[in-house]
């Protein structure tokens, strides 16, 4: 079974501050990872994906993660936090070429001015 | 390239009522998933067709939820009769052939069960 766990569900942080995201997975096999954004009343957009390419990932909005093995994460990080940028995001994984997609819980991002 | 587009937006109904949501996926996509999002939570995959066929329906509550493609493009998802639980935003997403792990969802419609 896959899992993911987002292990924050708010997180505030001062505009042109850098973001941290936090993500652990769990999977019996190689994972692939992304990371969704979801602005208020929109649709989910893809940020980033990982696919046992390269273990650091540049997304959209200067948005990376890092996969790490050992550690069993892909945190999601943004050296410097704009106001655009609040919004909810979603740590994904699915496994083995499957496409079905767990979700984790949510981290709601929230910039202050 | 357009997007995943769905409709309504919005809809409120009365517990026992049906109600229908509908999904035109991107164009050339063979794969299209339904998402029930409840409020706090992430995306719970409902049912996921490859062309017109269903590959995974496992998590659907097929004694109120039914969903049809009947000619491989466009989707429906009816509730029939709906429940208060059944109040969340519902998710239409689809993927191409040759990258089915990308997926690229729709605005999604916001369901209100009173």
């Known amino acids: 079974a896959q899992s993911v766990t987002q292990l924050d569900s708010h997180v505030s942080v001062s505009e042109g501050t850098p973001v941290l995201l936090r993500c652990n997975y769990s999977?019996?096999?190689?994972?692939?990872l992304f990371w969704y954004v979801q602005h208020p009343n929109k649709g989910l957009q893809l940020l980033l994906k990982?696919?046992?390419?390269?273990?650091l990932v540049k997304g959209i909005n200067g948005f990376e993660a890092e996969f790490k093995k050992s550690e069993t994460s892909f945190h999601l990080t943004k050296p410097s936090a704009h106001m655009s940028d609040a919004a909810e995001y979603f740590c994904?994984?699915?496994?083995?070429?499957?496409?079905?997609?767990?979700f984790g819980t949510g981290t709601r991002l929230t910039i202050i001015p | 390239e357009a997007g995943v587009a769905q409709s309504p937006r919005y809809k409120i109904i009365e517990k026992r009522q049906s109600v229908a949501f509908w999904c035109n996926p991107i164009?050339?996509?063979?794969?299209l998933y339904w998402y029930q999002q409840i409020l706090g939570q992430g995306p719970k995959l409902l049912i996921q067709?490859?062309?017109?066929?269903?590959?995974?329906d496992s998590q659907l509550p097929k004694d109120r939820f039914s969903a049809e493609r009947l000619k491989g493009v466009d989707s429906t998802l009816k509730i029939q009769p709906a429940k208060l639980e059944d109040s969340a935003v519902y998710l239409c997403?689809?993927?191409?052939?040759?990258?089915?792990?990308?997926?690229?969802f729709g605005p999604g419609t916001r369901l209100l069960v009173l």
């Open positions: 164009s050339g996509h063979a794969t």
């Open positions: 994904v994984v699915s496994v083995g070429g499957n496409e079905k997609l767990t």
């Open positions: 990982y696919t046992s390419a390269a273990t």
């Open positions: 997403a689809s993927s191409s052939w040759d990258d089915q792990e990308t997926q690229y």
């Open positions: 067709f490859q062309n017109n066929g269903v590959v995974d």
């Open positions: 999977s019996s096999y190689s994972p692939s």
